[in-house]
């Protein structure tokens, strides 16, 4: 269906595994707010997992999807003093804005302060400046200290960025752990020093080869399934720290008897909404474009482009072939 004049599209999820686009009057920015014109949008862990009816906060139908944007300015406010037409730029998302989230469309509208300038060399699709700023956050909150030995538990899109970005940080070795040969390949010629096959008995493999039974330092469970938080615990050291990244959205059962003897330190990954929580993760934004045009975080053969328009079947590859696909952005 053509777009009406003055409006946009946008996606909504109207039930589970269904999604529509819908048009909305086009939106307005106000006082230091710039309106986007959007070229590519990454579909998120947490985005699967509402569209699949499997978020237990977020339900359908809803259009509470899409947080990883980019595009060009098209439009600007009054007061908007670091932006002009044409400039091409991301944004975070659940930022303070008319469009938070919302951001499955042809256009939207976010405060300045939360849009950011993709650098010349990277591509729109490679310049998403959200999940930059949550591996950056992530890695620096981590607890990661000197020569450090570190595992990543979840090679996935955030897994094989963690375990780039956790090197900058001085870890001595880093150790990628997964179920699908496919992904330790990638995480392989990214530069994990050795990979895991869980379902293949890697855990032990792991922890005699590299560790002498003693354990990691530093866990970084990035994988949200089900498991893999008492694959981290088998994995630390005691006394050694686990990071929590993976998004966990559902009740699970855990084995809790590393945790009574191991004495391990638990840290998780948060989002802080106060001013100066959003302060933080716009130097954190930063930080993640500078790292990526710097070439110290390859995100190249981590992504597959779709075209926006086909969400759902987007939604349908990520579900059905984890093998082939880890990261999809939609572009238009």
């Known amino acids: 269906m053509p777009t009406q004049a003055g409006h946009t599209r946008y996606a909504v999820c109207v039930a589970p595994n269904s999604i529509e686009f819908r048009q909305r009057p086009l939106p307005q920015p106000g006082p230091r707010e710039v309106l986007i014109e959007t070229r590519a949008v990454g579909l998120c862990t947490s985005d699967l997992l509402v569209i699949t009816g499997k978020h237990t906060a977020i339900t359908p139908p809803t259009d509470y999807i899409g947080h990883e944007p980019g595009g060009v ?3 600007a406010g009054p007061g908007v003093t670091r932006f002009r037409l044409g400039d091409r730029v991301s ?7 008319p469009d938070i989230r919302m951001q499955f469309a042809d256009r939207y509208v976010q405060h300045e302060d939360a849009v950011f300038h993709v650098p010349e060399n ?35 899109f955030f897994g094989q960025l963690l375990a780039q970005s956790i090197r900058l940080q001085g870890a001595w070795k880093v150790a990628m752990f997964d179920l699908l040969p496919s992904r330790l390949e990638i995480a392989k010629q990214l530069g994990a020093d050795q990979v895991y096959n869980i ?17 990691f330092d530093l866990v970084i469970e990035s994988a949200g399934a089900p ?8 994995l630390v050291r005691p006394g050694g720290t686990i990071y929590s990244f993976g998004v966990h959205a559902w009740p699970e059962t855990l084995d809790l008897w590393p945790w009574h003897h191991k004495a391990f330190r638990l840290l998780n990954n948060w989002r802080d909404s ?14 993640g474009l500078d790292w990526a045009a710097r070439g110290w975080l390859r995100l190249d053969n981590l992504i597959t482009t779709r075209p926006l328009a086909e ?22």
């Open 91 to 97: 944004s975070l998302g659940g930022a303070p804005g």
């Open 199 to 215: 379902r293949e008995g890697g855990v032990s493999e792991a922890l005699e080869e590299l560790t002498q039974e003693q354990g």
């Open 227 to 234: 498991g893999s938080l008492d694959t981290a615990a088998e």
């Open 311 to 332: 969400l759902q079947q987007a939604v349908d590859e990520v579900v059905g072939r984890p093998d082939r696909v880890m990261k999809i952005v939609l572009t238009r």
């Open 122 to 156: 990277l591509s729109l699709a490679t310049g998403l400046c959200e999940p930059l700023a949550m591996v950056v956050k992530a890695t620096l909150s981590s607890g990661i200290r000197p020569a450090d030995l570190v595992a990543v538990v979840g090679a996935g």
């Open 274 to 287: 106060t001013a100066r929580g959003r302060e933080r993760n716009s130097r954190f934004a930063q930080i």
């Open 73 to 75: 300015v098209v439009g």
